[in-house]
């Protein structure tokens, strides 16, 4: 794993990264010391990570806060989905929340977030969520794939959408004629 020292004070935390690292993947997420001590001294009823992944920072988040009722995650990365979704029902599965802890994964951008809160619980657009994380950027884990589009070190398609599955064109391109 090429988990390296990160670029601020924080003590890097080797143990705390392998722990929550994709074990499939190969794949820690970014600055998770950082985003656990923003979230450190908050009580979290409701939480959304709107950039889930492969839901390493969703875990930690979940793990380190027991009180937590609502967890959504989101991700346009269709590819990732299901392992991310295993993650979190496993973590539930060992019942630290005691049974009290709704979680949701959706696959869609994070623009939509409103719809989608209002289908989980309509209240939610009322009242909110306590926080939210975005993990903006593309993962490392479309890069080093040189088949997602998203590499310019190996051979494959350019084609950069991070849910490869939707078709839909932007809206100032034209279909190419044939």
């Given at each position: ?134 993990d903006l950027g593309i993962s ?39």
């Open positions: 794993m090429g988990i390296s020292s990160l670029r601020s004070p924080s003590e890097f935390d080797r143990a705390l990264y392998c722990r929550y690292a994709d074990p499939v993947r190969d794949h820690a997420p970014v600055m998770l010391g950082e985003v656990l001590d923003a979230f450190r001294s908050l009580r979290l009823r409701s939480f959304v990570n709107c950039t889930l992944g492969t839901a390493g920072h969703s875990v930690a988040i979940v793990d380190a806060h027991p009180e937590l009722e609502l967890f959504m995650g989101m991700d346009m990365d269709a590819s990732i989905h299901d392992q991310a979704r295993a993650r979190i029902e496993k973590l539930l599965a060992v019942d630290s929340h005691e049974s009290k802890l709704k979680a949701y994964t959706h696959v869609r951008n994070f623009k939509y977030i409103k719809s989608v809160l209002g289908g989980v619980d309509e209240n939610l657009l009322d009242v909110g969520v306590n926080d939210i994380l975005m490392s884990m479309q890069v080093d794939d040189s088949t997602r589009g998203f590499s310019v070190q190996g051979d494959g398609p350019l084609d950069m959408r991070m849910n490869p599955q939707d078709i839909r064109q932007c809206e100032f391109c034209t279909p190419a004629v044939k």
